[in-house]
């Protein structure tokens, strides 16, 4: 495609994302859904621009009212996912002066909130939690996440599956945590792999395999996600359960439980029943109450640990937004407890970073909830041959009662647990 028009198809659609009337990842793919003339090249151009805008857009904000043009052009400019003589050959003469000089702006010369791409009401308490550690962590949620698979366990070996994908010609490496991870250099088409059609691989974030783990899933039990969503951890603890006992994928979104329809199917799981759930105290629940082995409430957040992948986050969330989260969180955690039967096992989490969505839910709950008992997530990880398992955890005494991921550290999306055994 000529430069030209793909920076003015580039412009269209930052122009449309920067709305923010949808998630970015909507917008785009109804954008390609729309426009069937871009091939791979070009639809990898345009996204990795569009997020490049959202990841910088403080900085792009600052640069770009010294340029000409329309606004979503000149942030477009600012992001282009491309080499440089290819974008220039788009510009103008004035555009490409004002490119050099903005190229020429260094880091030190800016002010902080150009350098972290925050808004100011998430920096305060991050920088609470992180101290010096916080820069480490801006810089890494302005970078692409790494693609991560997780081998189905139930019919797969990690080490096969890993040969398999090299001679594909894709390189993978071990995830240094999850037994069940690879992670993918590059951003291969996966689905037309054989791997990925007979169901031995899914994408998922390390992090993500982590919470699966966590919740420790045996054979003929019966076992309950209660925040399904398309049902990512859901197949992971279908396979560590070998396909046997039951398991419900409860969600409020049949919709979202329509994406996990082909998954399954892939998977081989048969042990695995979604059900649509009007509300957390839908009837359903309440004829579960007290049966439950194994409860994961994985629950709605403000997704402010995923912001390598979805950007636009940050500036669609609020404080507001957030505190209407934790009230729906701390209803969905009560509720969900209610199903666990004396002995079994509950497991709160987010892919959140805020205390007021993490430690504080998990604190009030235990302390409204005595019958529950705290455990302790390093001891459970170490348990389960999770190499450093230690450093993936945070609070308490030893700074070990929670899982705590961060990108910057742990190389996952930021995810938090907390895990309670019924007495």
């Known amino acids: 495609m000529h430069p030209k028009a793909l920076l003015d198809a580039t412009a269209d659609l930052v122009g449309l994302v920067l709305k923010f009337d949808h998630p970015a990842d909507q917008v785009v793919s109804r954008f390609f859904r729309d426009h069937r003339e871009f091939g791979p ?6 996204a990795e621009t569009v997020y490049t805008v959202l990841r910088k857009k403080q900085l792009f904000d600052h640069l770009s009212p010294s340029g000409s043009g329309p606004k979503e052009r000149r942030m477009a ?15 103008n003469d004035t555009e490409k002066r004002w490119l050099d000089n903005c190229d020429g702006v260094k880091q030190d010369d800016l002010l902080e909130r150009h350098r972290h791409n925050l808004p100011e009401w998430l920096v305060a308490p991050l920088k609470a939690q992180l101290g010096d550690q916080f820069w480490p962590l801006a810089e890494s949620l302005q970078q692409p996440a790494p693609l991560d698979l997780r081998v189905n366990a139930l019919a797969d070996k990690r080490a096969e599956v890993q040969k398999e994908l090299a001679k594909a010609g894709i390189k993978a490496v071990a995830t240094p945590y999850s037994p069940w991870g690879l992670r993918v250099d590059g951003k291969p088409p996966l689905n037309k792999l054989d791997a990925f059609t007979r169901g031995a691989v899914e994408v998922q974030d390390e992090g993500s395999q982590l919470l699966a783990l966590l919740l420790d899933a045996k054979r003929g039990e019966m076992v309950v996600d209660f925040c399904a969503g398309a049902g990512g951890k859901t197949l992971a603890i279908g396979a560590s359960m070998r396909n046997t006992g039951r398991l419900y994928a409860f969600d409020t979104s049949a919709h979202r439980l329509d994406a996990l329809k082909p998954r399954l199917a892939r998977s081989g799981l048969s042990n695995v029943h979604p059900a649509a759930i009007a509300h957390e105290r839908d009837d359903r629940i309440k004829r579960l109450a007290g049966k439950i082995d194994r409860v994961l409430v994985d629950a709605p957040c403000s997704g402010l ?20 989260l934790t009230a729906k969180q701390t209803a969905i955690l009560q509720s969900a407890a209610r199903l666990v039967k004396p002995g079994g096992r509950l497991v709160y989490a987010t892919c959140s970073v805020l205390p007021e969505e993490n430690e504080a839910i998990a604190e009030a709950f235990g302390a409204a909830n005595p019958d529950f008992e705290l455990q302790d997530a390093a001891a459970l990880l170490a348990g389960l041959k999770v190499e450093n398992a230690a450093s993936l955890c945070a609070g308490g005494e030893g700074g070990t009662r929670y899982l705590r991921l961060w990108p910057h550290r742990h190389a996952t999306d930021g995810f938090f647990a907390a895990v309670w055994n019924r007495k």
């Open 77 to 91: 400019i600012l992001g282009f996912h491309g080499p440089r003589d290819f974008l220039k050959s788009a510009l």
């Open 41 to 46: 090249r070009e639809r990898a151009t345009l």
């Open 305 to 324: 640990g995923t912001l390598r992948r979805n950007p636009d986050l940050k500036w669609r969330q609020s404080p507001q937004s957030v505190q209407e």
